[in-house]
């Protein structure tokens, strides 16, 4: 099982327009340099979760495509909010489990959950057709660079 990175994205601060990048420095313990989240500024309970998973999210482009084809909802990668856009792996498989993203090695900490804060900031109804396919939440354990195009496997 294995993939690619479609998409990286960022933003500076909660609900600001996310900004396509063709490579992002990873930092463990922290998330993408640039991002709301590694800068503690992200749209997120003050209550940190159990095993963490705010440094980076990811979403497959499949799911992406399926809004469009069964529910006829558009919605482009840069719009669902994830730093990594994936093709051709299952993202819930690695929930607790160690992959790499080219060069940074990452866990799989829990599904990526969508929430009203997104329909709100697109103005579409995403909630419903994407529970449980919203992504995954994972933690950065060794940083690096990630780039559009790296693939993504899972570790041993």
Known sequence: ???????????????????????????????????????????????????????????????????????????????SRRNLVTRGVRLDELIGKRFRVGNVVCEGIRICEPCVYLEGLTGKPVNAPLVHRGGLRANILEGGTLRLGDRISPEG
């Open 1 to 79: 099982m294995s993939g690619n990175v479609e998409g990286i994205f960022i933003t500076a601060a909660a609900g600001q327009p996310m900004s396509s990048l063709e490579e992002a420095a990873a930092t463990a313990g922290r998330g993408l340099e640039g991002d709301r989240y590694a800068n503690r500024v992200g749209h997120y309970s003050e209550t940190p979760s159990p095993g963490g998973g705010r440094e980076l999210t990811l979403i497959e482009v499949e799911v992406l495509e399926s809004l469009a084809d069964q529910h006829g909802i558009e919605l482009r990668p840069v719009e």
